[in-house]
């Protein structure tokens, strides 16, 4: 999940770096700065919103749409070889 991308379709007006901070601490990005005058998102709403960004193709650059099939490859590939199917 891009996490900029899936605030800003909750929240279409928000600022990144103004309103919110997003930071990778090793663990994956996390919204460590909130100051938007609406209420944090859930990971349920983040997940959803994340969800309609992908099922429009022009929400994405081709950069970030390569990125996506990417990491959704290498998930299929995982789970074949450490689901024990090779």
């Known amino acids: ?9 909750i929240y279409p007006d928000a600022v990144p ?3 919110f901070l997003i930071m990778d601490s090793g663990s ?4 460590k700065h ?3 005058n609406k ?10 919103a994340w969800e309609k960004v992908l099922a429009d193709p022009k929400e994405l650059s081709p950069i970030e749409r390569l ?8 998930k299929a590939i995982d789970d074949i070889i450490l ?4």
């Open 83 to 86: 689901g024990g199917a090779l």
């Open 1 to 9: 999940m891009i996490l900029e991308k899936a605030i800003l379709k």
């Open 39 to 48: 209420p944090i998102p859930t990971k349920t709403q983040l997940q959803t």
């Open 34 to 36: 909130w100051k938007y």
């Open 67 to 74: 990125e996506q099939q990417q990491k959704l490859m290498q």
């Open 17 to 19: 770096n103004r309103d």
């Open 28 to 31: 994956g990005p996390e919204i």
